[in-house]
């Protein structure tokens, strides 16, 4: 079963708009990770969020993880051509009680911007 | 540069055929994973190693060996006991045990023919 939870799927914006996504876990997470991936490549490290509250950014990107551990929200401003690609939110496996300390993912949010 | 490399980028393999896929970390991180992409189904573990000379089986280890006698490396072979190993596959390695981060390799695309 799917334990993190991406939304939406897929995402048009138009050059400039600003947009957000979502990652949600029935599960309080110990550890969220966002990744962006350009298709047929590696996934690049965006931001870790650890403490309830916590809020992180880098450029134009904002991650923020909610009070109870549960929700994060990734927040492009003013988006680019650039921003283009799918963004992933993986959670530690603590949380879900896996295989030892290796990533849980969410199928991701194809992200496609305009002119 | 530090990083972690995957080799090749693609591969063809024929069916009955056991292939290797190659990662190879120069970051001095203990831990490493592999990863299995299929489209609308996110990244899924297939095997995972701590320490050199261990590794553990993740979620989908069926069809797949791994063996980690050197900390930089940690290849995986697709047998062909493998039912359906087309899909694009991905390493990444951790500092160590907990909730570091992952860094991810540039991934291999395996295409059975």
């Known amino acids: 079963s799917q334990e993190l939870e991406q939304s939406p799927q897929s995402l048009i914006v138009q050059e400039g708009k600003n947009l957000t996504i979502n990652c949600t876990s029935s599960?309080?997470?110990?550890?969220l990770y966002w990744y962006k991936q350009k298709y047929g490549e590696g996934l690049i490290f965006l931001m870790m969020?650890?403490?309830?509250?916590e809020e992180k950014s880098h450029e134009k990107i904002t991650a923020k993880l909610d009070e109870k551990k549960q929700q994060s929200s990734l927040h492009i401003t003013a988006s680019q051509p650039s921003h283009a690609g799918i963004y992933l939110c993986g959670a530690d496996s603590k949380s879900f009680s896996n295989s030892g300390y290796a990533l849980n993912f969410g199928k991701g949010t194809s992200l496609l911007v305009t002119p | 540069d530090g990083g972690i490399t995957q080799s090749p980028k693609y591969l063809f393999r024929k069916e009955g055929q056991n292939v290797t896929l190659s990662c190879e970390q120069n970051?001095?991180?203990?831990?490493m994973y592999w990863y299995r992409q299929d489209p609308g189904q996110g990244l899924r573990l297939i095997y995972y190693s701590q320490i050199v000379n261990d590794f553990q089986k993740g979620d989908i280890a069926e069809g797949y060996s791994v063996s980690r006698e050197k900390k930089e490396s940690f290849p995986l072979t697709v047998t062909s006991a493998q039912k359906n190993p087309t899909a694009f596959y991905l390493c990444?390695?951790?500092?160590?045990?907990?909730?570091?981060?992952?860094?991810f390799g540039p991934g291999t695309r395996l295409t059975v023919l």
């Open positions: 970051l001095n991180h203990d831990a």
């Open positions: 599960k309080t997470l110990y550890g």
């Open positions: 969020l650890q403490k309830g509250g």
């Open positions: 990444a390695s951790s500092i160590g045990q907990g909730i570091y981060t992952q860094y």
